[in-house]
């Protein structure tokens, strides 16, 4: 994730930005967890969900939907209940889910990423539905670190968290709005 992590800073420095909140969920999260590799001086505060720093077996819902293609992924994202909005169902139906998965296979970073995280000294809100198949590696971070704090989705998993906007969106804002330099 410090190869992604590195593009977010290139994008920053190109937009002329030498400090910022950041927020990201699931690989975006992953990609967070990467910043405080090396840019922990441009970062005010994070906002990181769905995601945890550890290098685990690649598996979970999500994986064995893509794997099994298109079709079973959109199962998945309606298996909360909520119908997907015809224009994102068309997206998911259409998508190379082989691409999708090839890009979430990163090599292992915990054994620096993990570190960084303990000593991270900025404010970091970590968001996960209760139901996520990660829950309790990503539930463990704010007992590692001070500064964070961690925000339980009850009921929620990992793709219904994204359907969740307005709830998840409150509940950044606020975090951002409180730790704001």
Avoid at 15 to 27: K, Q, V
Avoid at 125 to 150: C, R, T, V, W
């Amino acid at each position: 994730m410090s190869t992604r992590a590195l593009d977010v800073i290139a994008v920053a420095d190109h937009m002329n930005i030498t400090d910022f909140h950041y927020w990201g969920y699931s690989m975006g999260a992953s990609i967070g967890f990467g910043l405080m590799l090396n840019s922990t001086h441009r970062i005010r505060s994070l906002v990181l969900g769905g995601a945890q720093p550890y290098q685990i077996p690649a598996g979970g819902p999500i994986l064995k939907a893509l794997e099994q293609g298109p079709k079973a992924f959109l199962k998945m994202s309606e298996s909360s209940g909520k119908t997907v909005p015809d224009d994102r169902r068309s997206e998911i139906l259409s998508m190379d889910t082989n691409a999708i998965i090839a890009a979430t296979q990163y090599p292992d970073e915990s054994y620096v990423i993990v570190p960084a995280v303990r000593n991270f000294e900025r404010p970091t809100l970590i968001y996960s539905g209760a139901e996520e198949h990660n829950y309790d590696l990503i539930s463990q971070k704010p007992k590692d670190n001070s500064n964070f704090e961690m925000v339980s989705l009850e009921g929620l998993n990992h793709m219904s968290c994204w359907s969740a906007v307005k709830k998840v969106t409150d509940i950044s804002i606020e975090f951002i709005k409180r730790n704001m330099e």
